[in-house]
């Protein structure tokens, strides 16, 4: 049995290394994989040959809530931005807290983890608010190297903060885990990693301007734009999600989708300035429609490995791993698989990580934050390399990729300890959990 079933994993590696050999996209070549593999398991049976597409449909629709908190909450973001509202922000915070650099880069932190923190996805914070941000911090005499690796750690931990973490969506949705109580356990950890980042990166100025010049070279706003206009959707977004918490009984289940639309219809009637809303949903769900392919394969790649026994194999191999091994080689395994395979990774190895984890006692949910904080690191690491493309792309910086990657050590380094640290002592942190709900 188990020859049988390692035939078959060697068979859906191959076929995803050869897809990537032919330059495929990484969407196309897990695709390759999931197929290959239905093909190969048809041949002893598991699945049925007859049943290999049933299987494929099911998978697609594995993570369709996913898929829809995904596009809402981005389509928000983007109305946002299309209204003034991320210039706004950005030039007042330079305006008003130019002298204070503490305060300007906590700020301007806080401004790259929101759009992602409501999407789940680092290159959506980046397309949404990167440029203007980094235009900010190269006011305040960051290089361009450095904004760069600010850029890339903050996006990243900004995927991983609540209120949606889709590698926490992920393992939730195949542990049978319900995805409550994350967000005390991420939000800590994210807000104190992504402030130690910013100071350490960026508390070096390489030259100073004036800041009358520096507000003359910004971006400018709708002359209608307000804080109000600006802070009224978040607002209606949190408080329906505060309101469902507080009164469960009386408050109806609206869920996260509807959630944002019903915040990105507030930012639609509350921007100065009119705004093309399906051109712009348009061209939104353009952009994210590689992320979108990216779940729906995800989901038939999991269904497969499923069918065909190749995800209890990797269960079997985990389990079979010595404990302190196995903790050593998370800080390599984990970002590695993001890399490889973008979320598939949290499918692939983090499901039966859980499983086995929630098996000797360690809390699953804290677990699971740990984890979430070690992915966003493989979006700097070819073949993938998302966030890390789109930091240098949005930064403007010219020099080679590794020495950008080089510079971001330490965070990365802090980040890969204290996830470890909060998956080993899980059972501890189980209070932030507690009190989260």
């Keep these: 049995m188990y020859l049988r079933i390692g035939i078959i994993l060697a068979i859906m590696v191959v076929a995803y290394s050869l897809a990537k050999w032919k330059n495929l996209s990484v969407e196309l070549s897990m695709l390759s994989a999931a197929v290959c593999g239905g093909i190969a398991g048809a041949f002893v049976s598991t699945p049925p040959i007859g049943q290999l597409a049933r299987h494929l449909v099911e998978g697609a629709f594995t993570y369709l809530d996913v898929i829809l908190v995904f596009s809402t909450a981005t389509i928000f973001m983007a109305i946002v931005r299309e209204s003034g509202g991320v210039n706004y922000v950005v030039r007042a915070t330079i305006k008003y807290f130019y002298n204070l650099r503490i305060i300007a880069l906590i700020l301007l932190m806080i401004i790259v983890l929101i759009p992602g923190a409501l999407t789940g996805a680092g290159s959506v914070s980046l397309l949404v608010v990167g440029a203007p941000v980094a235009l900010a911090l190269g006011y305040l005499g960051i290089t361009k190297r450095r904004i760069a690796a600010i850029l890339f750690i903050v996006a990243g931990l900004s995927a991983a903060a609540p209120p949606v973490n889709i590698w926490a969506m992920i393992l939730s ?70 309101a469902s918490r507080i009164l469960p009984f009386s ?31 348009r061209d939104t769900m353009k952009r994210l429609l590689p992320l979108l392919a990216t779940m729906v394969v995800v989901g ?40 490889v395979l973008t979320y598939g990774g949290a499918a692939i190895i983090g499901i039966p990580l859980i499983w ?51 510079s971001t050590w330490l965070p990365w380094l802090i980040i890969t300890v204290v996830g470890i640290l909060m998956i080993k002592f899980s059972a501890d942190l189980e209070f932030l959990v507690r009190w989260s709900i």
Excluded: C, N
């Excluded at 520096?214 to 999600?241: C, N, Q, Y």
């Excluded at 109806?252 to 219809?265: D, K, M, R, T």
């Excluded at 890390?388 to 990729?401: A, C, I, P, Q, T």
């Design 173 to 242: 949705a195949g542990t049978a885990i319900p995805y409550v109580g994350f967000e005390l356990p991420l939000g800590i950890p994210v807000l104190i990693l992504g402030t130690f980042t910013v100071l350490f990166l960026g508390w070096k100025r390489e030259r100073t301007m004036d800041l009358g010049e520096v507000l003359k070279e910004m971006p400018e706003v709708p002359e209608r734009m307000s804080w109000w206009r600006v802070i009224l959707p978040f607002l209606i977004f949190f408080g329906l999600i505060v």
């Design 356 to 406: 086995f984890l929630d098996s000797i006692g360690l809390h699953a949910t804290v677990a699971i934050a740990g984890l979430s904080l070690l992915w966003p690191l493989g979006d700097g690491l070819p073949p993938t390399a998302l966030i890390g493309r789109l930091s240098v792309m949005v930064s403007e910086y010219k020099d080679s990729y590794w020495t950008f990657l080089r």
């Design 251 to 281: 408050t109806p289940i609206l869920g996260l989708p509807l959630e944002f639309v019903i915040a990105a219809l507030v930012a639609l009637l509350v921007s100065p300035k009119k705004i093309k809303i399906l051109e712009l949903s």
């Design 300 to 339: 038939m790649l999991q269904q497969v490995m499923t069918a065909t026994g190749v995800r209890g194999l990797l269960s079997f191999a985990v389990i079979s791993t010595p404990i302190t091994l196995l903790f050593i080689l998370l800080a390599v395994i984990i970002p590695v698989s993001e890399g």
